[in-house]
Each structure stands twice: as C-alpha cells, then as structure tokens.
C-alpha cells in the first residue's frame, strides 16, 4: 500500500545571521496496512508458536517520519489467553527492525487485558509515548512490534484489510515538511546530484572532520569580486555536542577537501549547530563573503566544502535534488563577459517569408512570374491533378517590383539599412513556390537555379552566423502560414530555441474570402496587386494550386467572423434552389464547404469566360485546407518564442459574395467591409494568442498627403510597420503611434467614400483635381493579359472582380472617372456612397451600350455624384456623340439634341435622308439659342410626324423610328 503524507506551509526566519525556514505545526494521518492476509479469515495470529513477539513487515508501513511526538495507533486484536498468569499481552511499539530497540511504545494495561481475553475482537485506539531518537527521521524503514504475546500456539489474533478493517495510523504532532528552495536564477548551479532515491548525501568519510561537492559537479565558475549566496538543506544530530560541530561552508578550489585554501567562505554560528541537531531538515541561505584571489575567475574549476563535519559516522546530511531540494549557488554580482548581455545591444539575424505571388518563378531563364505582357506565361504554372508542376518551375528570389509598382522593394531597403547600421549581422528572404501547400514546401523544400533550399537548413546558418545565436522571423500575407509551419517543424525537432521572435504582418491565419472569390470567379487573390491577370486563365490554372485553397475561410473564420461569406439574392430566380437548400446565406463552414465543392444543389462547371458562374472546387484539395486549419488555426506557440501579429485596418476588403442578377443572368458582385487591409479581414489576422496584437490604422495613415496609400500588398513598405519591426528585432517594447495601436479603431470614426463600379466590358479610372490617376491606365494595350493598375489618388483604392471593376474615392472635392470598351456589350455604372460598412445606392445608370471603340469621361462632384451625366465618345475621335443620365433622371435640352444628332448620323439610309433630318434639327437649336422655344416645340411635332411618314413609307426602320420618336418627345418635354 502506497504510504500518502500530507505537506505543511513553511516560513523563512532568521536565526544567527542564517536564513532558513520555519515549519508551522499541522496535525496529520495516514492509513498503513499493519498485516495483508493471503487468506480470506480477515485475521493474523502469532507468526511464532513459542516466541512472544511477531511484528509487521517494513514492506508494508514503509518509510515514517514519526518525528518527536505522540503517535496515535488503531487496531483490531483478541487474546483468550491475555489474563493468564503470564499476564500477556506486554504492548505494541515502533522499531526500526524485529527485535531493534523501539522508537515509541504503548504498554497494554491490566484492564486491556481483561477485555482482549473475553474471546471477542476489540479495537483499540492507543498513544504509543514519544521518542528523540534520529532514527525515527523519515529515512529507514518502521515496523510495528506487538511484544510479549500469548506463548500458547496461535491464541492472539489480529484483524487485517481482508476484511475492510484496515488499522489506521494517527500521528498528531508535526510533520515538518519538505524545505522551501527558491527558484534558482538563470546563473545558478546545480552543486550536487543524488544518485540514488534517498534524497541524502552523508559525510563521505567515516572518521575525517570534512565533506566536499567535487568540481565535476560545480565546474568552471567565475565568481568574481562580489558576494556569492548558497542554499542548501541539511541536519547534523550531533551539532551541539561537545565538539561544536560543524563549523562552516566554503567555495574552495577543486582539488581542495578541508576548505583550508577556501575563496570565500561562512562560519556556522551556535543558533545554527542547535538548530541542525534537531533532528529536521533545514534549509540555509548563507552569505559566503568575498573574494579577490586571481583562482576565482572562471578559468579553473572550484568545488563546495563542508568543514568541522561531525566525526560520527555519517551523522552529517545534506539533501540533493533527488527529493527537488537542490542546492544552488547564487552569484549577486556575475561579471558579464558577454556582450550580448545588456538588453539591446544585440539582435538576431532576420528571415523574412513574403506572401503568395510573392517569389519570382522561372522555367529556365524565362520568368514566368509575374507574367509579362503579350505573354503566355500563366498556362506555363499549372499543377497536374495530382499536384505536380507540368514544367520545371524553380523559385529565382523576391518580387520586388513590377512596372513601377513597388511589392517589397521598400521593405528590402529597408532591411538592408539595418544591416549597414549594425542593428542586425545579416538578414535573408526564403522565396518559395507559392503554388504549394506550406506543409510540401518544409517537405520537398525549395527548388532554385542553384539547387534545393532546406528552410530548415537556412534558419540554422542564419542562427549560426548571429549575434545572439537566433532568428527573428518577419512575415507577409501567406508567408505566415508558412512561418508557422516551420516554427512546429523546428518545435518538433527540439529547435524552437532558434527562433528569437515571429512577425505576422496582414496574414490570412483563418483564410479570407477573397480567396472564395478568385478560385469560383477568377478575381484577384489582391495579394500583390498593381496589376490584374486575364482572370479566366488565372482561375483556370489555380483550381490545382493547394496553397490558393489554403487561403480559403476556415472551420474557425466562421466562428470568429459574424459576416455571412456568401449571400443569395432573394429576388434572382435562379437562387431559388440554392435558397431553397441552405437558406438565404451561407454563413457556417460545412454549408461552405458544401457549396464550393458542388455538394446539396446539382450545378455544372462553368466554361472558361463564364466568370460570372461559380466554380466547382476540387473536393480533395478543400479538405487538405480544412485539415491544415484544423492543426495551425489553434497552434500554440512555444513561449520562448515572442509572437507578434499586425493586422491592417480601415480599407475597403471583400467580406463576402452575392449572386444577384445583372443584365438580365446570374451574376455576382463582391461585398465590402471597411475593417481589413485591402485582401485580409482583421479577425483572421489577430487570430493567435499572441505577446502583442496591433492594428495599422491605413485609413488614418492614407489620409497623410505626403504619402502613398498603403494597403495589403505593401504594408512592409510603410513607416509604421517598419518601426514596429525595428522594435521587436531589438527586443524592445513597440511603442503606440496614431497609426499603430492595440485598440481595434472604430469604423464609425472614418469618413464615408465614394465608390463608382463598372459591370461589363469596360476599363475603369479617375482622376483627381490635381490630375492623380487611379485605374487601369487607359493608354496600355488593353487585350493583355496583363492589365496594369495606378492608385495615385491619395486615399482611393482600385478593386477587379471579373467584368466589374470598383473605385473608392474620398468624398472631397471632384473627379472625372472615364471608362473605355474592351468588348462588345451592355454595361451597368454605380456610384454609391459606403459608410460604417454599408454601401447606400446614390444613381445608377443601366445598360448602356458599349464597343471596343467606346470611351466616356463624367465629372463627380463629392458634394452632389448624383447629378453626374456620362458623355461617351462612340468612335473614340475625341468627340462627345451621346449624353446618359442617371435612371430616372432626365437629360439636359442640349444633352437630348447631341444624342438626337448622333442616333441620326449612325442611321444606315440614304445619305440625303441623314442630311434632311439633320438641318431640321439644326433648325431646332437655332430657335432654342434665340428662346423661342415655343416655335421650337412646334418644329419638334413637324419632325416627329416626318420621322412617322419615313417608317410608314419603309424609308425607316421601326427600331430607328422607335429611338428617334422617345428622344423628340424627350426633347418636347424639356422645352
């Protein structure tokens, strides 16, 4: 049976000068088996036929602290012959053996033996006396003697646990419990290991007066000049005899085993030697002095001495840390020969993992991205089904730039400066094929011209070649998902000591929707930005791409984001269905997870340009996201590892999808929210628990004139960011700023935008009062494949989604947006006014027609956008042809007559027919010029009833008639 004691509470007192602590008394108990039958009578009876003694055996009881005090013992016993003439039984003691002297006795009285000999079972509940002798100590094994029994064979019987009568064990007085040890600073040592379980080292040395720790233990020491503290637990029973021992404790050199050539040393004084022979442990905390010997400084090995030890054998001990009581030693003034030690005044070595579409990819020396323009470079990325790359594909370095939009070129400056200025040795970037998963990456690791890079092997030199022997990790967007991947690989091999701190800036650690939107419609992933991609191909080729699917909202994102992800418009017909089986939203991870990959309502894949039908994603590739979130979506990181994580705040991020109709089909359009950064909501980017959690506020900073916008994709680049890295590669405290905060901003506190969106086959851009350009630049070859995109207006964002584009503008002072055809169609333009996350319709204008020849330009005024008129240019010759208004807004007289004009000059008649009609028009404008609209209003009615006449007489069609009629009655109406 395991023996189980019950701890007490100790204090620290001072007592000659000596530290040590206090135990405060507690009563306690214990149950003991005193005998286990093998047989089921529940009994024991004398072991001996004709010796009056039997006893219990060691195994057991086991080892008893029984201290000083009264003991208290409960048992079951009958003797038929107790009375007799030999008056037996005599009693029951504590001994350390069967016939060893006893510790603690209890003498059975004439009246016990009155009741043991009626032939019934009596328990008894006895005081066995007290004793003060060492070996009662806790450290040798107690037997229980019942002494002076029956002679006659088998008459005494006691009860044992056969039969649930387990006798029970009180001890009343005071357990003195195990020493308090202060926790040991980070310069402590350890000064002896116990081998053995008994928790104790005794004097080595049977009759010499000295004891030693030998320097394998302590080894090479710089002590110093200062003082030097030691603590130990120890107990000498012969302290106060009349030799006064022991004397001391002292720090010696090694081969030294008398303390006779000591360092520093500490005299016992006579509390201390009466407070050792109590008999108890005590723990010590001792000042040893100083030292100036040119022994003590570092280069030798030193040991500890006990000196003036009792010359009994053994009657010195001292605990180790077998029992958690290890000595250590304390050095209070530790010369610091390294210069790393103050804070500050070193830093780890830097790696930085950028974000997906963030690593140049060539096949051969062809760069295949970024693609470059007229290119076919996108095909040239795909993945096979089962995730092999169809061309050799190696990763060539970071993008630092493309086309005058810097990615990470001013991040790269930047952590170049920190080399130059000494603030770190060295920093490197771990470009990757951002195609696979972060998982197959730390597997396969990284394919370049010059061969395969290990990340793992790339931590290490980096570690190895720093000043602090670690690595501060800084990483962007997806980099994150990576950087957490090899923080768990370094984790799992025992190496997460190599990573000083981690830096999560703008990572999508539940996944974003945007993500949703590229894979089903071939949007812009808006990681990168600065350019758009033909989205059909882009879509194509990522429905391989595990990692775009790792960027899908997790199991978790739906549990920390209230948004719904996708919305179905209830008043699109061809959402019924959809409706019908998951409701109006999709807004928990298995409808999600249902609905992306073709599961509850029957749908087909789209064909390649149909951008505006979902696609079906592969189901394997969603549950391998599923599983990586499942395992880094609550990854804890280790705790020596400081955690940072930034989360971009204040510009317009997808947070959703709708389908809704649009040209009179299914469609689509994106749902914004203000708190994100441009590609990443805010709650996938604080989601760890972390040191530090900050928020750069991009609305406050992009409202700066002096500056450019800053937003997802260039987010390293930025002032605030930078300084916050600074701060973590030197260890110090990040300090607040009005752009980077703890607090999330409020988005109640932003002032509204403008947002104006195209939908149709056209490019989209404005310019600002001063002539800052944002937009797909018009003057580029606009059937590329690679479209580039300015945002030089300040505080403006430009968005792609397919055949729509959007721009958000500040709603000060004005703005001529223009538009051009890429194709032939209809095109619907919003302009809407987005606060506090909701976007309120200010005018709309509906299917106007569009070729590739058509331009337009509209002037916005942020005081009154809905007063804005389209002019379009149909032919592209710098002329305005037509005049389009708001839904339900009427046009200008001279509006209705530009058009009138152009609807005529476009008619395919006679020549002759074209000019007539036109010198009646023009005859209208001369009476408006000279206000004489009446006489105007009459020669609209002529023209009317002569465009009527030409229909009848087949000289007009009637869609030409048609058109030709609305606008004089228009223009009628308008005199």
Not at 567 to 583: E, K, L
Request: with cysteine; aromatic share 10%; proline share 6%.
């Amino acid at each position: 049976m395991r023996t189980r004691i019950l701890m007490t509470l100790c204090f620290p007192t001072v007592i000659g000068g000596l530290l040590y602590f206090q135990d405060v008394p507690k009563a306690y108990a214990q149950n003991v088996t005193l005998y286990s039958q093998e047989d089921d009578s529940g009994e024991m009876v004398s072991q001996q036929p004709t010796f009056q003694n039997t006893w219990i055996a060691s195994e057991s009881l086991g080892n008893l602290f029984l201290g000083k005090d009264r003991l208290t013992i409960t048992f079951t016993m009958k003797d038929p012959n107790a009375s007799n003439i030999y008056g037996q039984p005599a009693g029951v003691a504590f001994g350390t053996c069967a016939t060893c002297q006893n510790l603690q006795t209890y003498y059975f009285t004439a009246a016990d033996r009155t009741l043991l000999s009626d032939g019934s079972f009596h328990t008894f509940t006895v005081q066995t006396g007290t004793t003060t002798l060492g070996t009662a100590d806790g450290e040798t094994p107690i037997y229980i003697n019942f002494f002076g029994l029956s002679q006659y064979h088998n008459s005494t019987h006691l009860k044992s646990n056969a039969l649930g009568t387990i006798p029970r064990l009180i001890i009343e007085g005071v357990l003195p419990s195990p020493p308090v040890i202060p926790q040991a600073p980070e310069e402590a040592v350890t000064v002896y290991a116990q081998e053995d379980k008994t928790g104790v080292m005794t004097n080595p040395q049977q009759t010499f007066l000295n004891a030693f720790i030998d320097s394998a233990n302590l080894g090479n020491l710089s002590l110093g000049q200062g003082k030097l503290y030691l603590t130990f637990t120890m107990k000498d029973p012969n302290a106060s005899n009349i030799y006064g021992t022991p004397q001391g404790i002292c720090l010696q050199p090694a081969d030294s085993i008398n303390c006779s050539s000591s360092l520093q040393k500490y005299y016992f004084t006579a509390a201390d030697r009466t407070l050792l022979a109590d008999q108890a442990f005590h723990t010590f905390m001792v000042e040893t002095g100083t030292t100036t010997s040119m022994y003590a400084d570092g280069t030798r090995p030193v040991s500890i001495g006990f000196f003036g030890l009792s010359q009994y054998q053994y009657g010195t001990k001292i605990k180790s840390n077998a029992d958690g009581t290890i000595p250590f030693l304390k050095i209070q003034k530790l010369p610091s020969l390294d210069p790393c030690a103050t804070p500050g005044t070193c830093a780890p070595n830097v790696l930085f993992i950028p974000g997906i579409k963030g690593s140049v990819l060539k096949i051969n020396n062809d760069i295949v991205w970024p693609p470059t323009f007229w290119s076919n470079d996108l095909p040239e990325l795909a993945l096979t089904d089962g995730g092999e790359s169809v061309n050799p594909v190696v990763v060539d370095g970071v993008l630092e730039t493309f086309y005058g939009t810097s990615i990470y070129s001013g991040f790269i400056s930047f952590m170049d400066g920190l080399v130059a200025s000494g603030t770190t040795t060295e920093w490197k970037a771990l470009p990757y094929d951002w195609r696979f998963s972060p998982e197959r990456i730390l597997v396969d690791g990284i394919q370049t011209p010059a061969g395969i890079v290990d990340p793992i092997e790339e931590i290490e030199a980096l570690a190895a070649s720093s000043e602090t022997g670690k690595v501060t990790i800084v990483a962007h967007s997806m980099g994150g998902l990576l950087g957490k991947a090899l923080i768990k690989r370094l984790q799992d091999d025992g190496k997460e000591g190599l990573i000083d701190s981690f830096i999560m800036v703008g990572t999508p650690q539940l996944g974003t929707p945007q993500a949703a939107a590229s894979l089903l419609h071939g949007d812009d992933e808006g990681i990168l930005s600065g350019f758009i991609v033909n989205p059909a191909t882009a879509r194509e080729i990522a429905q391989n791409f595990q990692s775009t699917y790792d960027l899908l909202p997790s199991s978790r994102y739906f549990d920390e984001v209230a948004e719904p992800v996708i919305i179905f418009d209830p008043s699109a017909v061809f959402t019924q269905a959809w409706r019908d089986y998951w409701g109006p939203a999709i807004d928990t991870y298995a409808e999600f997870f249902s609905f992306i990959t073709g599961g509850g309502v029957v749908r087909t894949d789209p064909e390649l340009t149909q951008l505006w039908i979902p696609e079906i994603l592969r189901t394997g590739l969603v549950e391998n996201a599923r599983d990586f979130h499942n395992l880094y979506d609550t990854y804890a990181f280790p705790d020596s590892i400081r955690v940072v994580q930034v989360a971009g705040w204040g510009a317009p991020t997808v947070k959703g999808v709708m389908y809704k109709n649009r040209h009179f089909r299914q469609n689509y359009e994106p749902l914004f929210t203000i708190e994100g950064d441009n590609t990443v909501v805010y709650p996938s980017a604080i989601s760890s628990i972390a040191d530090e959690t900050y928020f750069f506020n991009l609305a406050t900073y992009n409202a700066l004139e002096n500056i450019p916008d800053y937003q997802h994709r260039s987010l390293l680049n930025s002032s605030p960011v930078q300084q916050t890295l600074i701060s973590v590669i030197k260890n110090e405290n990040i300090s607040q700023t009005p752009y980077v905060v703890t607090a999330k901003p409020v988005s109640g506190s932003l002032v509204g935008q403008l947002v104006v969106s195209t939908h149709s086959p056209v490019i989209l851009g404005a310019y600002d009062q001063n002539g800052n350009f944002t937009g797909i630049n018009p003057n580029q070859g606009l059937g590329a494949d690679v479209l580039l995109v300015t945002e030089d207006i300040p505080g403006s964002t430009f968005l792609s989604f397919g055949d729509s584009q959007y721009l958000f503008l500040s709603k000060e002072g004005s703005y001529n947006v223009v538009f051009k055809g890429i194709g032939s169609g209809p095109t619907d333009v919003d302009i809407q006014s987005f606060a506090n996350d909701t976007a309120s319709l200010v005018a709309t204008y509906s299917d106007i027609s569009v070729t590739a020849s058509t331009s337009a330009i509209f002037t916005i005024d942020s005081a009154s956008p809905q007063d804005a008129h389209i002019q379009i240019d149909l032919n592209n010759d710098g002329q305005i042809d037509t005049y389009v208004a708001p839904d339900n807004q009427s046009l200008t007289l001279n509006e209705l007559l530009t058009n009138l004009k152009t609807v005529i000059q476009n008619l395919t008649v006679k020549d002759k027919l074209k000019i007539n009609i036109l010198k009646k028009i023009k005859n209208i404008e001369k009476k408006i010029e000279k206000q004489r609209n009446e006489k105007a209003s009459r020669t609209v009615m002529n023209l009317e009833k002569q465009i009527i006449r030409k229909g009848v007489r087949g000289n007009l069609s009637d869609a030409d008639v048609a058109e030709i009629v609305q606008l004089l009655e228009q223009i009628e109406n308008a005199l």
